[in-house]
C-alpha cells in the first residue's frame, strides 16, 4: 500500500482504538438509553434520562469528530480516497465503501423517537442534524450562530434537552459500531502489508 494510505489507516486504527477504550457504547449496551418519571411529594414529576455520563460523553466526542472531519484521512468523507489504493486487498476497498455508504445512511434517517416539530415546528431533523447541532452548536465548536441558536431552542427545558442527548447517543452509538468495523478490518488489512 502507498505510504500515505498506510499513514492514513494507521492514523485511524489509533483514534479507533482510543474510542473503544472510552467504553461510550458499553455504557448504552449494559443501561440502554431509556427513562424514569418518579412522582415527588410535592406532586411533582422527576424526570431521569439514562444517559453516559458528561466526561465519558465528552471525551468520545473528541475523538469521534476526527471521522466526521472532512480534512482528516481516516474520516469517513475520505475513505473512498483511501479506497483508491490498488495495492489494498479488493475486500478491505469494498469494506470501506460500504462503511461510508453506511455511515451516510445514518446520517440520512431520521430518529425514530422523535416527532416532527419536537424541538421546532413543523421540523423534523435528520440523526446528521442532531449530531451536527450538538456537536457544533452546543458540545464542541460554538462558532456556528445558527447552530448554537438551534442548540438552545432544542434544549429549551429539562425534557427536550434529556431526548436531545439520547437521541444523540443513539446516534453516535451507530456510528461507533462502523467505526469499530473499521477498526478490525484496518487491523487485518495492516497485518496483511
Sequence with gaps: MRQRTRRAIEDLVEMATRLAEYRFDQHIRD???AFRMTRQP???WLL???LPEDKERDATLYTLR???QQNEAFSFH???RIAEDAELSDAYRQALLRIRQSYYRVLQQYPAA???GFFEDEELPTQGE???VV?????GHRRNPLLRRRFKTWTCDSIREGVLFQAFASIIHSVLLLVNELLILSREELARA
Design 31 to 33: 443501561v440502554g438509553l
Design 130 to 132: 442532531i449530531m451536527r
Design 42 to 44: 410535592d406532586d411533582t
Design 78 to 80: 475520505n475513505l473512498r
Design 135 to 139: 456537536m457544533n452548536g452546543g458540545l
Design 48 to 50: 431521569e434520562f439514562d
Design 66 to 68: 476526527l471521522f466526521d
Design 114 to 116: 422523535i416527532e416532527r
